[in-house]
């Protein structure tokens, strides 16, 4: 079965600095997702993207966070300064989004810890 | 979207079926009853779906009761790999950009 790649599976970074987490959608996808689990709670939706734009964001998904398609083939999001709460798993998704009720596909997840 | 009540969590010894049940009374006509799970810290994974009929496929079967207000999820011979999360979700049939919300799920273990 195809899969959504992300990378890195871990990533360390210090409180205030820029991150960027990679995923690779499968490749006749449309819709991507990003959604979040920190430790212990529930997986918590970010933010949906479509035709190169937001589609709908979360409370979550503040002015420290951004998406983008930047070529064919990857979706990134990018955490501006992070802060200690961003510390969590991070899960890319994606679909063909010409199907109803078509499955979501998850990628195994970035865990970002922020010291 | 309807909200469901699940157990917080179940075991279930290997080799045999695994019923994992969700209660979602307030079920309206539209809406569809979807399973996921997530085994330890991986991404959450499709398992099946269905509207009022029963569904079988490789993974699963989903039994949904007439009157649609609760459905159970059937591993028929579980496995240790089966150990996971598993959230059932009701909403109406869902395409476009729209997204799926996760509930806590049922903590399943499957015990050698």
């Known amino acids: 079965e195809p899969e959504v790649t992300q990378t890195p599976s871990h990533q360390v970074t210090q409180m205030g600095q820029e991150v960027i987490l990679r995923c690779v959608p499968i490749s006749n996808h449309l819709y991507f997702y990003w959604y979040r689990q920190i430790l212990g709670q529930k997986v918590e939706f970010l933010v949906s993207?479509?035709?190169?734009?937001?589609?709908?964001k979360s409370e979550i998904f503040d002015d420290q966070f951004s998406v983008e398609r930047p070529d064919g083939s990857n979706f990134t999001l990018k955490i501006r300064s992070t802060k200690l709460e961003d510390s969590a798993m991070y899960f890319c998704a994606s679909k063909t989004g010409r199907v109803t009720n078509e499955k979501l596909f998850f990628g195994s997840g970035t865990q970002l810890s922020v010291l | 979207d309807a909200k469901t009540t699940q157990p917080t969590s179940m075991d279930c010894a290997e080799g045999r079926a695994a019923n994992l049940p969700c209660n979602h009374s307030?079920?309206?006509?539209?809406?569809?009853v979807y399973w996921y799970r997530q085994i330890h810290s991986q991404g959450p994974q499709y398992i099946i779906h269905g509207l009022k009929n029963n569904e079988t496929n490789e993974m699963a079967s989903l039994i949904i009761t007439e009157d649609r207000k609760s459905s159970t999820l059937i591993l028929p011979h579980a496995t240790l790999r089966d150990t996971a999360v598993y959230y059932c979700?009701?909403?109406?049939?869902?395409?476009?950009?729209?997204?799926?919300?996760f509930g806590t799920g049922t903590r399943l273990t499957i015990i050698p």
């Open positions: 993207f479509y035709n190169n734009e937001i589609s709908e």
């Open positions: 979700i009701v909403r109406r049939g869902w395409f476009g950009n729209e997204k799926l919300t």
């Open positions: 307030t079920i309206s006509g539209n809406e569809y």
